[in-house]
C-alpha cells in the first residue's frame, strides 16, 4: 500500500504516517500506529497505540482487534524510535482527534462514566 497520510494534532503538527497492510509486521516497528475506518470526509480515528519495537509485544495486535470491532479496517503507522517523542505524538493526535478507543494514557482525561 504505501500511501502516505498527515494527521494533524492538536497542537496544529502534521504527523506523516503511511498506511501499510493489517497482516504486514507493522507490529514490530518503533514508532506510533492509527487504526481507522473510512469517513465521509478522511479518515475515521478509532485508536492510537504506541509500538514498542519489541518484536513479540502482542498489545498492539490486540489493539487492533479492538478497533476492528469498532469499524477500524485501516493501519497507518510513523517510525519512531525515541520513546518520549512516541509519547507526544501519540497524545497529540488523540487530543486533536477524540478517537472512538482510548488508550492508557488519555483514559484520566475521558469523560467520566456516569453511576
Known sequence: ?????????????AWQFQRVATEAPWA????VAIF???DTYGWRIIRVVE???????????WALADAERYGA???????????AARKTMAADIEEGFSPVC???????DAAPIAA
Open 1 to 13: 500500500m504505501g500511501i502516505e497520510v498527515r494527521f494533524r494534532g492538536q497542537s496544529g503538527k
Open 28 to 31: 514490530r516497528s518503533a514508532g
Open 36 to 38: 481507522a475506518a473510512p
Open 51 to 61: 509500538l514498542s519495537g519489541r518484536p513479540n509485544d502482542v498489545q498492539p495486535i
Open 73 to 83: 479496517n485501516a493501519v497507518f503507522v510513523a517510525l519512531e524510535f525515541d520513546a
Open 102 to 108: 482510548f488508550s492508557g494514557h488519555n483514559r484520566a
